[in-house]
């Protein structure tokens, strides 16, 4: 057993030495890149020292020298080897790729407001990514889609049971890291289906009716449904396009959620797919 260490230690050194330092270069503006920045380095240093593991040159034993190794060899080092621990290793592999994806799939199912919210929270790390129970905007997201929002957290759960027992500090950081950066992806979404932006020149009175002008990063077609968020990112009402001005999208209240609104520059405007045909 030991003997077959030395060869998987070199393709482990030389796997983690082939792994770029840095991200691509970043184009101009907000993008998937940038706002995974914080995630990749917290990652990198995760990885770093993972790199610095050894396999035991020597051991009293093959338990001992298997239980030492195992504490080092991950799911790609495991594609290496022969016999049973090869075939359980990609099915593993192949389970957790299927979790996150379907993970991605859900999330784009709930409101967009809701996404950004534990985007960027995901992104400041100051998200409880283990325990979805404490996410703010929960609530929101169940009265959304219930069954999507008990998806998202049991395949997070899922995920998190899938560490040993008694796993690193590190293990745990990847898992979390992992979850962040599909919060991250999430949250910004396909960049021709989710629309936002800002208030641009607010209404006279936050009522049925109203007419207001908002800035979007494209522009919708009339009477596309979008949803009015305070700064707090709570629902504030319904919004439904107009027409175009040449730096602005003009947009009538056509539901209020909150009577006692005073709406501003500072609230946005978030549609999806998904919201604009439930709207």
Not at 126 to 145: C, S, Y
Not at 160 to 176: D, E, H, K, T, Y
Not at 193 to 207: C, D, K, M, Q
Request: proline share 5%.
């Amino acid at each position: 057993v030991v003997e077959r260490f030395d060869f998987l230690g070199q393709v482990r050194r030389s796997r983690f030495k082939a792994r770029p330092a840095a991200m691509p270069g970043l184009g101009a503006g907000e993008t998937l890149q940038a706002r995974l920045q914080t995630v990749h380095l917290q990652n990198r240093a995760v990885l770093e020292q993972w790199a610095g593991a050894s396999l035991p040159a020597t051991a009293k034993s093959s338990l001992q020298a298997q239980e030492e190794a195992a504490r080092v060899l991950s799911l790609e080092d495991l594609a290496l080897v022969t016999g049973p621990l090869r075939k359980e290793a990609q099915e593993l592999r192949d389970q957790l790729e299927h979790c996150i994806s379907c993970l991605l799939d859900r999330l784009n199912l709930l409101p967009g407001s809701v996404r950004l919210q534990w985007g960027q929270l995901a992104e400041d790390d100051q998200l409880r990514v283990e325990d979805v129970a404490w996410w703010p905007g929960l609530e929101r997201a169940e009265i959304d889609d219930f069954n999507a929002t008990r998806t998202v957290a049991e395949l997070i759960a899922w995920l998190f049971r899938q560490l040993a027992p008694g796993a690193s500090a590190n293990g745990r950081s990847a898992v979390r890291n992992l979850v962040r950066a599909v919060l991250i992806h999430a949250s910004l979404g396909d960049p021709q289906e989710i629309l936002r932006g800002t208030v641009h020149v607010p209404p006279r009175l936050a009522r049925v009716g109203e007419r207001l002008q908002v800035k979007l990063n494209r522009a919708p077609a009339p009477g596309t449904r979008l949803q009015l968020m305070d700064p707090e990112q709570r629902l504030v009402a319904v919004l439904a396009v107009e027409d175009h001005g040449a730096d602005s999208t003009r947009v009538a209240i056509v539901d209020l959620l909150q009577a006692d609104a005073r709406i501003s520059t500072r609230y946005s405007v978030v549609a999806n797919r998904r919201t604009m045909e439930k709207l």
